[in-house]
């Protein structure tokens, strides 16, 4: 039953996060940018090398601004969602797996959350990098400074959504391995 409840509230929180980058990255949200998703990743993501051919060629521009959200940014939503998923249920099977029966006996295995934040961290900016720069299909037709702060962006998120998944999905006896989660958390 603990386990369906932490299932629950892991959907309760990934729903809206992975719901608000498509926002971000679809919807024509006339405060975002130029208010056309593909004219926001023509302008703001794809080079502006005047030696490269997409510069000069707008329908060229156009068409990589459509693989670029197709191939790209797609393909990235999807299995950043699954990742995320994943990543979270292992946090409740682990939770559950580890047999904690004394209060702060959970604490000496924080170093357990941080490995995987880490690995969060790290397999979600390797997945941005490959979908949004270094896949066949884009290589080196965005600006690397442009894909570098949404790798900066996606981490920040990342780091965001693993912590409040965390808040929602920790059983109260692993509670003290989730930093300042006793604190924010305390009856």
């Known amino acids: 039953m603990r386990f369906l409840k932490a299932i629950l509230w892991l959907m309760i929180v990934l729903v809206p996060f992975s719901g608000l980058l498509y926002s971000l990255t679809y919807l024509e949200l006339e405060i975002i940018g ?14 502006q090398d005047e030696n490269n051919s997409i510069f000069t060629n707008d329908e060229l521009r156009y068409i990589t601004a459509q693989i ?24 409740i099977v682990i939770g559950e797996v580890l ?16 490995v995987l934040l880490i690995i969060s961290l790290v397999v979600v900016a390797s997945m941005t990098w490959y ?9 080196q037709r965005a ?13 920040i998120y990342t780091a ?16 003290s391995a989730v930093p300042f ?7």
Not at 131 to 139: C, I, M, R, T
Not at 143 to 155: A, D, K, Q, R
Not at 160 to 175: A, D, G, H, K, P
């Open 181 to 187: 989660l006793t604190i924010i958390l305390r009856n």
């Open 68 to 91: 670029f959200l197709e191939e790209g940014a797609a393909n990235l939503l999807v299995y950043v969602s699954v990742f995320w998923l994943l990543i979270s249920i292992l946090w």
């Open 143 to 155: 600006e690397f400074s442009s894909v570098f702060s949404l790798l900066i962006f996606m981490l």
């Open 99 to 114: 047999r904690i029966d004394r209060p702060g006996q959970a604490i000496k295995y924080i170093w357990i959350w941080f």
């Open 131 to 139: 979908f949004l720069y270094a896949q066949d299909v884009l290589y």
């Open 34 to 47: 130029e208010g056309s998703p593909i004219a926001n990743v023509s302008s703001y993501i794809l080079t």
């Open 160 to 175: 965001v959504y693993f912590y409040l998944s965390c808040v929602f999905i920790t059983s109260r006896v692993i509670r």
